[in-house]
């Protein structure tokens, strides 16, 4: 069965540093990766997908997400986080039955 | 253009009553989602369509009933509403299943 995990519930990083938010997949066949973010009080926003071509995919606001087949991970990065940044962030899977699976989200907490 | 639109934004239920939750978009999309968000379990959805006329069940649908009598308009029916009803639901719509989602800002339910 299609399944998409998040280890970390939150992950903390100070404002100007590199973050990086985990994601793994488990599909059957060539998958469908996205990613999206939720701030406080508000609807799910995309920020990117991988579909096909290149395993670095550049997104919404600096984010990237780089594809990994062979370790299965969809991690989301960017290169200098901000304040902003801080919410919660899922990752996503597209099924067999073409739907979504999503994750059970990673906070994200940048420190001034 | 308002996108994704879902009323109410707050509802408080008794145990064994009934309503609706609104949803209606304005971008033409053909597909169009429920989801119920708890904590630390991600979203899970309830119900989908994929144009008028047409329903089909997700991965967690007792209590619940859709229609979809026009392209814009998703309403999400609860029947005898229940405690394990609390939550916070979003209606999504897309283009596509690959394509990205388009959220409404969530209904927050609280059943007592």
């Known amino acids: 069965a299609q399944s998409v995990a998040q280890p970390e519930d939150q992950v903390n990083v100070a404002e100007g540093n590199p973050l990086t938010v985990k994601c793994t997949y488990s599909?059957?066949?060539?998958?469908?990766l996205f990613w999206y973010v939720q701030y406080p009080n508000r609807g799910l926003q995309f920020l990117l997908k991988?579909?096909?071509?290149?395993?670095l995919v550049k997104g919404s606001y600096g984010f990237e997400a780089e594809f990994n087949k062979s370790q299965t991970s969809f991690h989301l990065k960017k290169p200098s986080a901000l304040v902003s940044d801080s919410a919660l962030y899922f990752c996503?899977?597209?099924?067999?039955?073409?739907?979504?699976?999503f994750g059970t989200g990673t906070r994200l907490q940048v420190f001034p | 253009n308002a996108g994704v639109t879902q009323t109410p934004k707050f509802r408080i239920l008794k145990i064994g009553q009934s309503m609706t939750l609104q949803c209606t978009q304005d971008?033409?999309?053909?597909?169009m989602y429920w989801y119920r968000q708890d904590p630390g379990m991600g979203l899970k959805l309830i119900y989908y369509?994929?144009?008028?006329?047409?329903?089909d069940k997700g991965e967690v649908p007792n209590g619940y009933n859709v229609s979809r009598s026009t392209t814009e308009d998703f309403p999400l029916r609860l029947e005898l509403a229940a405690p394990s009803q609390t939550s916070v639901y979003f209606c999504?719509?897309?283009?596509?299943?690959?394509?990205?989602?388009?959220f409404g800002e969530g209904s927050r339910l609280t059943v007592l």
């Open positions: 999504a719509s897309s283009l596509g299943f690959s394509g990205e989602l388009f």
């Open positions: 599909v059957s066949g060539n998958p469908y």
């Open positions: 991988y579909i096909t071509g290149d395993n």
């Open positions: 996503a899977v597209r099924d067999d039955t073409d739907k979504l699976i």
């Open positions: 971008m033409n999309h053909n597909y």
């Open positions: 369509s994929v144009g008028a006329g047409i329903t």
